[in-house]
């Protein structure tokens, strides 16, 4: 069986885990305090960052190489489009979501308001907080733009893409940080891709000392 290091509210590993979900793939889900920076977990890996995804006989590092390595290996369902104008937007909003959202959103929100308590670093930054909460409106707006044009985020099916977006959305859903109002459209196209199959064990996480709200595993919010 794989073996997955990871941190709930993480949306690197919530990613990993949707498209291993997705492809139907059995994993062990191991919580790795990652910040402690274990002997056994610098090992795995030296980044010592999650996730770190046990496959195949190998450990796979990065959550991008990772999710890329289940899809050249399990090919189905598939999570990337066949054509390379396709393959490249859905990298492209991955990085987008990985790199420039996770910048300027997941970590002034969640890692402020969580991940400084878990790993006992301190108090959360009223600045970054503030920033974090006027970036997401941004963010919010760009996918509106893409879904009045597109079924999905990156074409007319869903994909690695969906996947990144929400794996961000659904850590800061968890912590309310998400208005669900500013746009009905990627409200929709979250209910949408929260009512698979593939989303059941990220709805059922629970961090201890923080309480999602009600509507978070709510498949009708």
Request: one cysteine or more.
């Amino acid at each position: 069986m794989a073996r997955l290091f990871h941190v709930p509210l993480s949306p690197f590993c919530r990613k990993v885990r949707l498209s291993l979900a997705e492809k139907r793939i059995e994993v062990e889900l191991v919580e790795e305090r990652y910040w402690e920076a274990d002997a056994d977990f610098l090992r795995r890996n030296p980044a010592a960052k999650v996730p770190v995804l046990r496959l195949d006989g190998k450990m796979l590092a990065e959550s991008a190489a990772i999710c890329e390595y289940i899809e050249e290996t399990r090919p189905e369902p598939p999570l990337m489009p066949t054509d390379p104008e396709g393959r490249f937007e859905v990298r492209r909003l991955v990085g987008w979501f990985d790199d420039k959202f996770h910048h300027e959103v997941t970590s002034k929100l969640l890692y402020e308001r969580v991940n400084k308590k878990v790993t006992g670093r301190g108090y959360p930054d009223s600045r970054n907080v503030k920033d974090g909460a006027k970036a997401i409106k941004y963010h919010l707006d760009y996918m509106t733009w893409l879904l009045d044009h597109r079924r999905w985020l990156a074409g007319d099916s869903m994909t690695l893409a969906d996947f990144a977006a929400a794996a961000h959305l659904s850590s800061l859903d968890y912590i309310s940080d998400v208005d669900w109002n500013r746009s009905q459209a990627v409200k929709d196209w979250y209910a949408k891709i929260k009512s698979r199959p593939a989303f059941r064990s990220i709805l059922a996480d629970q961090i201890p000392g923080f309480r999602p709200p009600p509507h978070y595993a709510d498949l009708d919010f």
